[in-house]
């Protein structure tokens, strides 16, 4: 009896040990050892006997390793072939103006007709007081609206006057106008780099472009002071609401 209850000792060790290893991958082996005694405890046998353990359980992942290298650019490929052309955009909003001329035309209120030409502004004409022996000597193209900076109300020592047509019956504008203010108005053509006004000519030499023709115009021989030279126009009209003579 003692010999048996060894040995049942013996295989309860030998299962615990098997038990326990089987955290153990298949690759690996356990031993275990049985010894069997007489009732005297005086050992008998011995062997040892190789046994294989279950798999192993899988262990959590380890943390990422670092980042590679970056690796060396490739040889360019061959240049594909050219794509078809895109849908045209809308037109861009005009550019800031660049060369051209800007001239009067005397005695107008719209500019001429011509490819490339706009209205600046519109206005009548007028200058210094025709008896004054001073004062400008040119006539000026004074705007519809006009703005004032500092003055002081009541009249002032310097003054401008609106000018107004002088007319004969025999002259080639219409009597119609006279003392009527002529209008004028400022025109910008961007596709001419020069400006001439040549008198006593109705057509321009070649390679240039005429943007009116008319008569030439000034202040009377009998006033005080000079006046310059302008074009009036062949066609000349009359400011809105000009009438009677305002001398």
């Not at 650019?73 to 061959?78: A, S, T």
């Not at 078809?84 to 060369?99: A, D, L, N, V």
């Not at 022996?133 to 401008?160: K, M, R, S, V």
């Not at 219409?174 to 008198?199: A, G, N």
Request: hydrophobic letters at 25%; charged letters at 20%; proline letters at 9%.
């Amino acid at each position: 009896m003692n010999g048996q209850i060894f040995l049942a000792l013996g295989l309860v060790a030998f299962l615990l040990s098997f038990v326990e290893g089987g955290a153990v991958r298949r690759s690996e082996r356990h031993a275990a050892e049985v010894a069997l005694t007489d009732g005297n405890n005086n050992e008998t046998q011995r062997y040892i006997e190789i046994l294989q353990g279950r798999d192993g359980r899988d262990g959590l992942p380890g943390p990422p390793g670092p980042a590679g290298r970056d690796g060396k650019d490739g040889e360019p490929g061959p240049e594909g072939t050219t794509g078809e052309p895109g849908i045209q955009g809308p037109t861009g909003p005009h550019g800031p103006k660049s060369g051209g001329v800007v001239y009067t035309r005397w005695g107008r209120t719209t500019c001429p007709d011509t490819p490339g030409t706009e209205l600046v502004y519109s206005g009548v004409a007028g200058g210094s007081f025709y008896n004054h022996e001073g004062g400008g000597a040119n006539y000026l193209c004074l705007p519809e609206e006009p703005q004032y900076g500092e003055f002081l109300p009541g009249i002032q020592n310097h003054a401008l006057y609106g000018a107004e047509y002088q007319l004969n019956s025999n002259d080639p504008i219409s009597f119609s106008l006279h003392d009527h203010t002529p209008p004028c108005v400022v025109c910008y053509t961007s596709r001419r780099q020069t400006k001439l006004m040549i008198p006593a000519r109705m057509d321009c030499p070649a390679n240039w472009t005429t943007e009116y023709t008319g008569y030439l115009m000034s202040a009377h021989h009998s006033h005080k002071h000079s006046s310059t030279f302008e074009c009036m126009d062949s066609e000349p009209e009359a400011a809105s609401g000009s009438v009677g003579n305002q001398d």
